[in-house]
Structure formats: C-alpha cells, structure tokens
C-alpha cells in the first residue's frame, strides 16, 4: 500500500470513529452559534470528536445532503429557533428523525423567546406593519409575501408564515434542553462534555442547573417589603444590596441558574433568559408569585397602581422569553386563520 493509500485509509478509520453532529438555526438570531464559538480553543476538541455534518450557518450544506442520509446517521443535533415557517416545521422534522439525539438549543428553542412576542399578534397584523404600516415602507401596491407566486418561468415558492410561533418540543420530540439566550458558551462546551463521554442525564432533562440565579447571587437579602416597582432609568442600585429589594424587577427568583449571575453582577436587573427552574411550569406565573411577595400592601387598588406605574408593559416583563412555550402561548386571536396556516400544519392548534 502506497504512502497516498496509508494516509487515505487512516483519515477514513479516524472519520468512521467520530460522531456526526448537526447544528441547525430555525427562527432564531445567530447568537448561540456566536457562542457555540465561545468555546475557543475547544473547537478542536470538539472537531476531534465529532463530523460537524450539517450547519448552514458555517458551512455549504443542502437540505438534500440531510434526506438522503440514514435515519439516526446524526448522533447529535443541536437545533436552535423556534418554529416560525412551514420550513422551519419540515426541518425539525427531518432532523428529528436523522438524528439520535435532538437537543433544544438556546430559548429560541426552549421557549419561544423574543420572536414568541409576535404570537401577541397574527400573521395578518404583523405583514400589514411590516409591509404597509411603517413609516419608512414604500409599497403603494401593498405586495404581500405568498407562498406560491407564478412567473413566466415557473412558480416561486417561499416558506408558509405560520400564525403561531411554536417551540421545537410543540413540534417534535426533544431529547434534552439546552435554555439561555444565548446558552453560556461554558454551559455549551459543559453539555458537550456530556454528550462525548455519555453522560447525559435521562432523556427529557434540562442540561444544566435546576436552581435559580437568586441562589448563585452574593446580594444581601432582608426580606424587606416595597411600596413601588423602579424603571432601572430611575435609580442607581446598591451594589451589595438585593436588586428586587430596592424596588427593581429583577426576574433572578424565577430565572434558572446557569448564566454565572452575569446581569446582577453588573448592577442590572436579571431579565429571565434561562427560562424557569425546574420545579416551575410558568415562568411569568413564578415571576409574578415572586413580586406580589414583596409589595408591601393588602389594599387591591394600591396593588394595580404599584403595577401600572412599575410594570408598564407586563408581558414583556413577565413573557419577554418564554410567552411561545409558557401555559398562554399566544396572545387572542381575532379569528381563526383559514387555508394555509397553524391551523393546517398543527391540526387545529393554536
């Protein structure tokens, strides 16, 4: 055997002992794969152990390479996003069923995140601000995107926009959850440590901390009460002192741990990027049980006004990452969407 021939079959055992691992963005911002290379020097460990075999964000990988592999020929595919479009559905779809592992990546995927706000909205309300209402469009014609547009050389086609922004596991079974907007990049290479010496935790597990950020926060907490909620415009904290305490919203007694405490840290409230701990269903139902314990007040119209005045937009407070994956999932809508759409895709639910 040649020395061209050592080499080729040596790279060829080495490529057949690796994993083959997939990364796909769906609805999503780019943020975690920023972070997946946060890891650093890491990446080689990563790339000594594992075929990076699809990941559109890096790499010039086709749909068609994914369906025409084996089902479960991916051992590990971390999928961030939520599902916004009839693409996006088809893709967790076909990776659910190539891939042994199917771990939901980042909030996005966990729970809906920013993009799950739309869901206060329908698909019709939202192309009419985006298409016709903003100050700065110009579309006299009021062309609207459509799934299927006929031109002389035949039809073009783009994704259906669903009505409802759903999260991966409303759309397929995941194996694990990876939450944080972005997840830490030590918290990725942690749950990557896991996957590559088979040590996960049992399917259906968050892979990470199951306590808060309140109990990783070296503030002073004196179980005091307040009579107002503060805009953080508003007032300059106490370094040492419990954020929620001096009358700022901070979502650290409902937020999971795993963020290294990072926004109390620097004097700013925590936001709730990691979604709920694990003994919570409902973020925004844990956040509010945690802020009605330090209003200092049993009078119900001196309660609203604390509210109103400190709270003035409370599903962004209190959904701001998980209003996709939490009990109320979508804000009412106008009326029920007809042909194409959620209704179509997800047998009528909404």
């Given at each position: 055997?040649?020395?061209?021939?050592?080499?080729?079959?040596?790279?060829?055992?080495?490529?057949?002992?690796?994993?083959?691992?997939?990364?796909?963005?769906?609805?999503?911002?780019?943020?975690?794969?920023?972070?997946?290379?946060?890891?650093?020097?890491?990446?080689?460990?990563?790339?000594?152990?594992?075929?990076?075999?699809?990941?559109?964000?890096?790499?010039?990988?086709?749909?068609?390479?994914?369906?025409?592999?084996?089902?479960?020929?991916?051992?590990?595919?971390?999928?961030?996003?939520g599902i916004r479009t009839s693409e996006n559905e088809y893709m967790a779809q076909l990776l659910r069923r190539k891939s042994k592992v199917l771990v939901a990546f980042g909030s996005c995927a966990t729970e809906g995140c920013i993009p799950g706000l739309a869901n206060l909205h329908d698909r019709k309300s939202i192309f009419d601000n985006t298409y016709?209402?903003?100050?700065?469009?110009?579309?006299?014609?009021?062309?609207?995107?459509?799934?299927?547009?006929?031109?002389?050389?035949?039809?073009?086609?783009?994704?259906?926009?669903?009505?409802?922004?759903?999260?991966?596991?409303?759309?397929?079974?995941?194996?694990?959850?990876?939450?944080?907007?972005?997840?830490?990049s030590d918290r990725i290479w942690e749950a990557i440590e896991a996957i590559m010496a088979g040590q996960l935790p049992p399917p259906g597990s968050v892979i990470g901390s199951n306590t808060t950020v309140c109990d990783f926060c070296?503030?002073?907490?004196?179980?005091?009460?307040?009579?107002?909620?503060?805009?953080?415009?508003?007032?300059?904290?106490?370094?040492?002192?419990?954020?929620?305490?001096?009358?700022?919203?901070?979502?650290?007694?409902?937020?999971?741990?795993?963020?290294?405490?990072?926004?109390?840290?620097?004097?700013?409230?925590?936001?709730?990027?990691?979604?709920?701990?694990?003994?919570?269903?409902?973020?925004?139902?844990?956040?509010?049980?945690?802020?009605?314990?330090?209003?200092?007040?049993?009078?119900?119209?001196?309660?609203?006004?604390?509210?109103?005045?400190?709270?003035?937009?409370?599903?962004?407070?209190?959904?701001?990452?998980?209003?996709?994956?939490?009990?109320?999932?979508?804000?009412?809508?106008?009326?029920?969407?007809?042909?194409?759409?959620?209704?179509?895709?997800?047998?009528?639910?909404?």
């Amino acid at each position: 055997m040649s020395k061209t021939e050592n080499m080729a079959a040596t790279e060829a055992a080495e490529a057949k002992s690796k994993g083959k691992l997939a990364i796909y963005w769906a609805a999503s911002c780019g943020g975690c794969e920023i972070s997946t290379l946060g890891i650093d020097t890491k990446i080689l460990d990563l790339a000594a152990a594992f075929d990076i075999v699809f990941c559109p964000c890096i790499t010039d990988g086709k749909t068609r390479d994914v369906e025409k592999m084996a089902d479960g020929e991916i051992d590990v595919c971390l999928f961030n996003g939520g599902i916004r479009t009839s693409e996006n559905e088809y893709m967790a779809q076909l990776l659910r069923r190539k891939s042994k592992v199917l771990v939901a990546f980042g909030s996005c995927a966990t729970e809906g995140c920013i993009p799950g706000l739309a869901n206060l909205h329908d698909r019709k309300s939202i192309f009419d601000n985006t298409y016709q209402e903003t100050c700065s469009t110009d579309n006299e014609a009021g062309v609207r995107p459509q799934s299927v547009t006929q031109v002389p050389e035949g039809d073009l086609h783009l994704p259906v926009f669903y009505d409802t922004l759903r999260t991966l596991d409303q759309t397929v079974k995941v194996d694990y959850y990876l939450p944080g907007c972005p997840p830490e990049s030590d918290r990725i290479w942690e749950a990557i440590e896991a996957i590559m010496a088979g040590q996960l935790p049992p399917p259906g597990s968050v892979i990470g901390s199951n306590t808060t950020v309140c109990d990783f926060c070296n503030r002073t907490r004196s179980e005091k009460k307040i009579k107002e909620f503060k805009r953080t415009w508003e007032v300059i904290p106490d370094p040492d002192t419990c954020l929620l305490e001096q009358g700022l919203v901070c979502c650290g007694p409902a937020t999971r741990a795993g963020c290294g405490c990072l926004c109390p840290q620097v004097n700013s409230p925590c936001i709730g990027c990691y979604g709920p701990p694990g003994d919570a269903q409902d973020f925004g139902a844990r956040l509010m049980s945690a802020l009605a314990s330090v209003i200092d007040s049993n009078d119900p119209r001196e309660i609203q006004a604390i509210i109103e005045r400190g709270i003035p937009d409370p599903v962004g407070t209190f959904y701001r990452f998980s209003l996709a994956g939490s009990l109320l999932r979508r804000g009412k809508r106008p009326e029920a969407e007809n042909g194409h759409g959620q209704q179509a895709a997800t047998g009528g639910a909404s």
